[in-house]
């Protein structure tokens, strides 16, 4: 065992290969004591290496749920916030790259979540009469933001079971950081468009009119995945066009317009689930996350079932792309040499008022 934790640029000069002996070297020193976690959104390099594979939610849970003493999550940095908010006190956690962040959690802090409550004060009572929603793609911060003011947190499965129970409370939800999930949920409920507004984080009181605001039922954050962003209408028009018996699935974190054209939307699991129960002979077009809808595309291969991905040029999650097979390996050797590197751990009162809303999400959709 070495005495100091071994460098990450002595990683870089490792190709993806030597790489990977590395790894699985260190997993095998390390056995149960230590479990990888590969979001759908990983690269596959990095995939391979997944004792676990998930949204960010099951992951985490899964984690929570093993014996395992270490948990390596291969995903972005609010995921890990979330494996260490819902993980037991022996358990470490730890993020492989630290700059894998979400540019879409990036577009709602603290700061400017906790001015738009005040601004919203100028106009209404939020305490009482709204509803503060956080997708889980979204900073511990947030989360104890919504554990303060009687709030909860989402994920894109069971957006709408939380949206049913927020409006049971409150007349209003404040949605963040995701406009697009917090619009396709609450369309499908049957909220029309005139009944939602977007708070621009960038003007004052989000560039609305007090009467905008009183007559609003969805209040919701400018904010968007930019993967999900590159995903148009046309391309489903072309492809229906050319495969008239065709399908489409696509994330609800997509424009309203694309969800509006497929014919199934949602999560991530769901995609998964409606592509491999489908007849042989189908043929899917999918938007959402390339590295997802590859592996897809080579697994239902063998099933006669064609999966295509949506959008004409590549587009991935460059974020979660940052952790690479070098990063991997330079977290793992460190375990194995008894050193934690990159370890996420959220501040204890914080934590607290995340897991109260966390908990309330899982009690109101179990």
Request: aromatic share 8%.
């Amino acid at each position: 065992m070495s005495a100091t934790a071994l460098a990450l640029q002595d990683f870089a000069r490792y190709d993806d290969a030597a790489c990977d002996a590395r790894i699985r070297a260190a997993k095998e020193a390390l056995g149960s004591r230590c479990a990888i976690l590969g979001h759908h959104y990983q690269r596959d390099e990095v995939f391979a290496h997944a004792d676990f594979s998930g949204d960010s939610l099951k992951l985490s849970a899964q984690a929570a749920q093993s014996d395992a003493e270490y948990i390596v999550f291969c995903g972005v940095h609010f995921m890990a916030e979330v494996a260490d908010i819902l993980s037991r006190d022996e358990q470490t956690v730890i993020l492989p790259d630290m700059a894998a962040g979400c540019s879409m959690a990036d577009m709602a802090n603290l700061r400017n979540v906790e001015r738009a409550w005040r601004e919203l004060s100028d106009v209404l009572e939020p305490d009482e009469t709204i509803t503060p929603v956080t997708y889980i793609n979204s900073a511990a911060d947030l989360k104890a933001f919504c554990g303060r003011h009687g709030g909860i947190v989402c994920t894109s499965s069971n957006a709408r079971g939380v949206l049913d129970w927020s409006f049971s409370r409150r007349e209003k939800v404040l949605f963040f950081p995701d406009q697009h999930l917090g619009r396709n949920t609450a369309y499908d409920m049957g909220i029309g468009l005139d009944e939602m507004v977007v708070w621009d984080y960038d003007k004052p009181m989000g560039g609305l009119t007090a009467d905008q605001i009183r007559n609003a039922r969805m209040i919701l954050w400018k904010g968007f995945c930019s993967v999900h962003q590159m995903f148009h209408p046309n391309h489903i028009k072309k492809f229906r066009e050319e495969h008239p018996q065709g399908k489409v699935i696509s994330h609800p974190e997509n424009a309203f317009e694309v969800c509006q054209a497929s014919d199934v939307v949602g999560s991530t699991e769901t995609i998964l689930k409606t592509v491999r129960a489908s007849e042989p002979g189908s043929h899917w077009l999918v938007g959402t996350e390339l590295n997802l809808v590859n592996r897809l595309h080579h697994e239902m291969a063998e099933k006669n079932v064609k999966v295509q991905f949506m959008s004409p040029v590549v587009c991935m999650c460059s974020t979660m792309f940052r952790t690479d097979p070098q990063h991997l390996a330079w977290v793992m050797e460190n375990l194995a040499e008894g050193h934690v590197v990159n370890q996420i751990k959220v501040d204890a009162s914080e934590a607290r008022e995340a897991k109260a809303a966390l908990d309330l999400m899982l009690e109101i959709t179990a």
